[in-house]
Protein backbone atom coordinates (compact mmCIF):
# COMPACT_ATOMS: atom_id res chain seq x y z
CA UNK A 1 0.00 0.00 0.00
CA UNK A 2 2.65 2.25 -0.91
CA UNK A 3 0.23 4.28 -2.72
CA UNK A 4 -2.64 4.49 0.06
CA UNK A 5 -4.33 7.84 -0.05
CA UNK A 6 -2.86 9.02 -3.26
CA UNK A 7 -5.00 10.31 -6.94
CA UNK A 8 -3.21 8.77 -9.57
CA UNK A 9 -3.87 9.50 -13.30
CA UNK A 10 -2.87 6.92 -15.92
CA UNK A 11 -3.63 8.37 -19.50
CA UNK A 12 -3.78 5.38 -22.37
CA UNK A 13 -4.65 3.15 -19.65
CA UNK A 14 -6.87 0.77 -21.21
CA UNK A 15 -4.50 -1.56 -22.50
CA UNK A 16 -0.70 -2.55 -22.60
CA UNK A 17 1.36 -0.80 -20.19
CA UNK A 18 -0.95 2.02 -19.19
CA UNK A 19 -3.29 -0.68 -18.00
CA UNK A 20 -0.65 -2.56 -16.22
CA UNK A 21 0.64 0.71 -14.05
CA UNK A 22 -2.94 1.42 -13.68
CA UNK A 23 -3.74 -1.84 -11.93
CA UNK A 24 -0.48 -2.30 -9.62
CA UNK A 25 -1.06 1.53 -8.63
CA UNK A 26 -4.49 0.16 -7.76
CA UNK A 27 -3.28 -2.81 -5.72
CA UNK A 28 -0.82 -0.20 -4.16
CA UNK A 29 -3.88 1.53 -2.45
CA UNK A 30 -4.28 4.50 -5.05
CA UNK A 31 -7.36 5.86 -6.21
CA UNK A 32 -6.72 5.54 -10.28
CA UNK A 33 -8.56 7.68 -13.29
CA UNK A 34 -8.14 5.28 -16.02
CA UNK A 35 -7.60 7.88 -18.89
CA UNK A 36 -8.34 6.47 -22.39
CA UNK A 37 -9.66 7.71 -25.42
CA UNK A 38 -11.69 4.51 -26.17
CA UNK A 39 -14.56 4.55 -24.01
CA UNK A 40 -15.08 0.67 -23.63
CA UNK A 41 -10.92 0.13 -22.79
CA UNK A 42 -11.44 2.97 -20.37
CA UNK A 43 -14.19 1.22 -18.57
CA UNK A 44 -13.27 -2.26 -18.55
CA UNK A 45 -10.02 -1.31 -16.85
CA UNK A 46 -11.82 0.72 -13.97
CA UNK A 47 -14.15 -2.05 -13.84
CA UNK A 48 -11.52 -4.46 -13.41
CA UNK A 49 -9.50 -2.18 -11.00
CA UNK A 50 -12.87 -1.99 -9.22
CA UNK A 51 -13.92 -5.81 -9.38
CA UNK A 52 -10.40 -6.00 -7.02
CA UNK A 53 -11.25 -4.10 -4.09
CA UNK A 54 -9.83 -0.89 -5.72
CA UNK A 55 -10.96 2.89 -6.26
CA UNK A 56 -10.84 3.80 -10.17
CA UNK A 57 -12.45 6.56 -12.50
CA UNK A 58 -12.85 5.87 -16.30
CA UNK A 59 -12.66 9.32 -18.16
CA UNK A 60 -12.71 9.05 -22.17
CA UNK A 61 -9.89 10.74 -22.62
CA UNK A 62 -8.16 12.01 -26.01
CA UNK A 63 -4.46 13.29 -25.99
CA UNK A 64 -4.63 15.00 -29.11
CA UNK A 65 -6.98 17.34 -28.03
CA UNK A 66 -6.20 19.94 -25.67
CA UNK A 67 -9.72 20.27 -24.23
CA UNK A 68 -9.97 16.88 -23.66
CA UNK A 69 -6.67 16.61 -21.55
CA UNK A 70 -7.74 19.86 -19.31
CA UNK A 71 -10.89 18.32 -18.42
CA UNK A 72 -9.33 14.73 -17.85
CA UNK A 73 -7.66 17.09 -15.09
CA UNK A 74 -10.56 18.81 -13.69
CA UNK A 75 -13.09 15.78 -14.20
CA UNK A 76 -10.17 14.34 -11.43
CA UNK A 77 -9.83 16.83 -9.14
CA UNK A 78 -13.41 17.36 -8.93
CA UNK A 79 -14.49 13.63 -8.08
CA UNK A 80 -11.15 13.32 -5.89
CA UNK A 81 -9.96 16.97 -4.30
CA UNK A 82 -6.32 15.95 -5.77
CA UNK A 83 -3.96 15.10 -8.12
CA UNK A 84 -0.77 13.20 -7.33
CA UNK A 85 0.23 11.44 -9.60
CA UNK A 86 0.34 12.02 -13.45
CA UNK A 87 1.70 9.33 -15.70
CA UNK A 88 2.05 10.04 -19.81
CA UNK A 89 1.28 7.32 -21.55
CA UNK A 90 -0.91 7.41 -24.15
CA UNK A 91 0.43 7.95 -27.69
CA UNK A 92 -0.86 7.71 -31.17
CA UNK A 93 0.62 5.43 -33.77
CA UNK A 94 0.80 4.98 -37.55
CA UNK A 95 2.81 2.51 -39.05
CA UNK A 96 6.43 2.87 -39.88
CA UNK A 97 7.65 5.16 -42.90
CA UNK A 98 11.12 6.15 -44.15
CA UNK A 99 11.85 9.26 -43.11
CA UNK A 100 11.52 11.18 -46.50
CA UNK A 101 8.17 10.09 -46.88
CA UNK A 102 6.76 11.25 -43.98
CA UNK A 103 4.04 13.55 -44.55
CA UNK A 104 3.15 16.67 -41.63
CA UNK A 105 0.01 14.85 -40.89
CA UNK A 106 1.79 11.90 -40.20
CA UNK A 107 4.46 13.56 -37.93
CA UNK A 108 1.72 15.61 -36.37
CA UNK A 109 0.23 11.97 -35.20
CA UNK A 110 2.72 11.89 -32.75
CA UNK A 111 3.97 15.31 -32.29
CA UNK A 112 0.33 16.62 -30.94
CA UNK A 113 -0.44 12.88 -29.28
CA UNK A 114 2.86 12.55 -27.67
CA UNK A 115 4.71 16.21 -26.86
CA UNK A 116 1.71 17.81 -26.80
CA UNK A 117 -0.75 15.73 -25.05
CA UNK A 118 2.04 15.45 -22.66
CA UNK A 119 2.74 19.31 -22.52
CA UNK A 120 -1.05 19.73 -21.71
CA UNK A 121 -1.22 17.45 -19.05
CA UNK A 122 1.86 18.68 -17.45
CA UNK A 123 0.45 22.29 -17.55
CA UNK A 124 -2.93 21.41 -16.20
CA UNK A 125 -1.46 19.29 -13.38
CA UNK A 126 1.09 21.59 -12.42
CA UNK A 127 -1.03 24.18 -10.24
CA UNK A 128 -3.34 21.51 -8.68
CA UNK A 129 0.67 19.92 -7.21
CA UNK A 130 1.72 23.03 -6.58
CA UNK A 131 -1.10 23.75 -3.96
CA UNK A 132 -0.63 20.22 -2.59
CA UNK A 133 2.90 20.88 -1.92
CA UNK A 134 4.10 18.49 -4.64
CA UNK A 135 3.26 15.69 -6.75
CA UNK A 136 5.12 13.04 -9.34
CA UNK A 137 5.15 13.13 -12.97
CA UNK A 138 6.11 9.75 -15.30
CA UNK A 139 6.26 10.39 -18.78
CA UNK A 140 6.83 7.58 -21.30
CA UNK A 141 9.93 7.85 -23.83
CA UNK A 142 11.98 5.26 -25.98
CA UNK A 143 15.28 3.95 -26.14
CA UNK A 144 14.35 4.48 -30.23
CA UNK A 145 14.61 8.16 -29.57
CA UNK A 146 18.38 7.38 -28.24
CA UNK A 147 19.67 4.67 -31.04
CA UNK A 148 17.74 6.21 -33.85
CA UNK A 149 15.92 3.75 -34.78
CA UNK A 150 14.71 2.97 -38.58
CA UNK A 151 11.28 4.03 -40.02
CA UNK A 152 10.55 5.77 -36.75
CA UNK A 153 11.74 9.13 -37.19
CA UNK A 154 8.41 11.14 -36.25
CA UNK A 155 7.99 8.83 -33.51
CA UNK A 156 11.67 9.00 -32.17
CA UNK A 157 11.68 12.89 -32.11
CA UNK A 158 8.61 13.42 -30.42
CA UNK A 159 9.80 10.76 -27.61
CA UNK A 160 13.34 12.67 -27.17
CA UNK A 161 11.49 15.97 -27.37
CA UNK A 162 9.17 14.22 -24.31
CA UNK A 163 12.32 13.79 -22.48
CA UNK A 164 13.71 16.95 -22.83
CA UNK A 165 10.81 18.63 -21.60
CA UNK A 166 10.36 16.44 -18.16
CA UNK A 167 14.08 17.19 -17.38
CA UNK A 168 13.12 21.06 -18.13
CA UNK A 169 10.05 20.63 -15.76
CA UNK A 170 11.94 18.97 -13.30
CA UNK A 171 14.78 21.82 -13.01
CA UNK A 172 11.78 24.37 -13.08
CA UNK A 173 9.10 23.23 -10.34
CA UNK A 174 11.60 20.77 -8.25
CA UNK A 175 11.12 23.77 -6.35
CA UNK A 176 7.88 23.12 -5.17
CA UNK A 177 7.97 19.39 -4.65
CA UNK A 178 6.93 17.90 -8.11
CA UNK A 179 9.57 15.30 -9.24
CA UNK A 180 9.33 14.69 -13.28
CA UNK A 181 11.39 11.29 -14.49
CA UNK A 182 10.79 9.57 -17.62
CA UNK A 183 10.27 5.72 -18.14
CA UNK A 184 11.66 3.83 -21.34
CA UNK A 185 9.77 1.03 -21.44
CA UNK A 186 11.07 -2.30 -22.82
CA UNK A 187 7.65 -3.76 -23.50
CA UNK A 188 5.43 -3.13 -26.47
CA UNK A 189 2.18 -1.31 -26.77
CA UNK A 190 -0.93 -3.48 -27.28
CA UNK A 191 -0.25 -3.18 -31.23
CA UNK A 192 3.06 -4.05 -31.04
CA UNK A 193 2.39 -7.06 -28.83
CA UNK A 194 -0.56 -7.90 -31.56
CA UNK A 195 2.20 -7.59 -34.20
CA UNK A 196 4.94 -9.54 -32.23
CA UNK A 197 1.98 -12.19 -31.36
CA UNK A 198 1.73 -12.61 -35.44
CA UNK A 199 5.66 -12.40 -36.07
CA UNK A 200 7.13 -14.84 -33.80
CA UNK A 201 10.25 -14.93 -35.54
CA UNK A 202 10.69 -11.11 -34.60
CA UNK A 203 9.67 -11.66 -30.94
CA UNK A 204 12.02 -14.07 -30.31
CA UNK A 205 15.04 -12.03 -32.60
CA UNK A 206 14.24 -9.02 -30.35
CA UNK A 207 13.98 -10.53 -26.81
CA UNK A 208 17.53 -12.30 -27.56
CA UNK A 209 18.88 -9.34 -28.30
CA UNK A 210 18.13 -8.20 -24.17
CA UNK A 211 20.95 -9.50 -22.11
CA UNK A 212 17.77 -10.78 -20.21
CA UNK A 213 16.40 -12.30 -23.10
CA UNK A 214 12.71 -11.58 -22.96
CA UNK A 215 10.25 -8.91 -23.46
CA UNK A 216 8.79 -6.99 -20.02
CA UNK A 217 5.55 -7.79 -18.45
CA UNK A 218 4.12 -4.51 -17.91
CA UNK A 219 2.51 -5.09 -14.69
CA UNK A 220 5.52 -7.88 -13.32
CA UNK A 221 8.48 -5.27 -14.74
CA UNK A 222 7.23 -1.86 -15.27
CA UNK A 223 4.71 -1.26 -12.89
CA UNK A 224 6.98 -1.73 -9.93
CA UNK A 225 9.28 0.99 -11.73
CA UNK A 226 6.66 3.25 -12.23
CA UNK A 227 5.82 2.26 -7.86
CA UNK A 228 9.06 3.73 -6.93
CA UNK A 229 8.32 7.03 -8.75
CA UNK A 230 5.46 7.81 -7.62
CA UNK A 231 5.61 6.67 -3.96
CA UNK A 232 7.61 7.73 -0.78
CA UNK A 233 10.90 5.66 -2.12
CA UNK A 234 10.92 8.27 -4.60
CA UNK A 235 11.27 11.19 -3.21
CA UNK A 236 14.69 12.41 -3.94
CA UNK A 237 14.85 11.49 -7.86
CA UNK A 238 14.19 13.77 -10.09
CA UNK A 239 15.15 14.88 -14.28
CA UNK A 240 16.06 10.58 -14.71
CA UNK A 241 15.04 8.82 -17.44
CA UNK A 242 15.32 4.40 -15.80
CA UNK A 243 15.64 2.42 -19.38
CA UNK A 244 12.91 -0.70 -17.87
CA UNK A 245 14.29 -2.93 -20.60
CA UNK A 246 15.92 -5.98 -19.80
CA UNK A 247 19.01 -4.41 -20.61
CA UNK A 248 18.07 -3.56 -23.97
CA UNK A 249 20.09 -0.11 -24.57
CA UNK A 250 23.26 -2.09 -23.77
CA UNK A 251 23.08 -3.28 -27.07
Not at 32 to 54: F, L, M, P, Q, S
Not at 132 to 147: D, F, K, T, W
Not at 221 to 245: E, K
Amino acid sequence: MRLAGKVAVVTGAGQGIGRGIALVYAREGAAVVVAERREHRARRTADEIRAAGGTALAVTTDVADRASVLAMVERTVADFGRLDVLVNNAQGMHEHRPLEDLTDEQFDVFLVSGLKGTFWAMQAAFPHMKAAGGGRIINMVSLNALVGAPGLADYNATKGAIQALSRTAAREWGRHGILVNCIAPGATSKRGQEFLERNPDAARRIAEERPLGRLADPEADLAPVAVFLASDDGHFVTGQTYFVDGGAHLT
